[in-house]
């Protein structure tokens, strides 16, 4: 999992061979005005799903994971707290579709931490991962980057 500042995308870039192309449309997009639904950036490899979810209370927050794409989660407005753990150490598996690419865990959060407007986190395959917690609605730009 990584937890920066959409400034520092530059440091994360070359971390896969798809990030580049991810930043770039983050960077040079006008995230604040972007139609709610998919952005094909390079057709199933990296697309963007712009939404505007109500937060949640971390208490019913249930973690998910992902085996074919790896989530990058840019916060546009409002405030997000997002839930992490590592999914070697999970045993609660819920079940896993493969056709949306999501499994969900019952086990708790390792941690929480919040996500400002101009960050982002990266989650991996190998993360689980409790989105859209918090307070109200918030406005966030969901990167699905083929692992």
Known sequence: ????????????????????KAFKFLLESPLATLDIGRIDIQGDDVFALVQEPDGKDIVGAKLEAHRRY????????GDEVMGWAPLSGLGHDLGFNEEKDCGFWSDKPMAFFPVRPGCFAIF?????????CGKGKSRKIVVKIKA
């Open 70 to 77: 790896i989530d990058l989660q840019m916060i546009v407005s």
């Open 1 to 20: 999992m990584i937890l920066d500042s959409l400034s520092n995308a530059r440091y994360y870039e070359h971390a896969h061979p798809l990030f580049a």
């Open 124 to 132: 991996f395959p190998e993360d689980a991962h409790a989105p859209n």
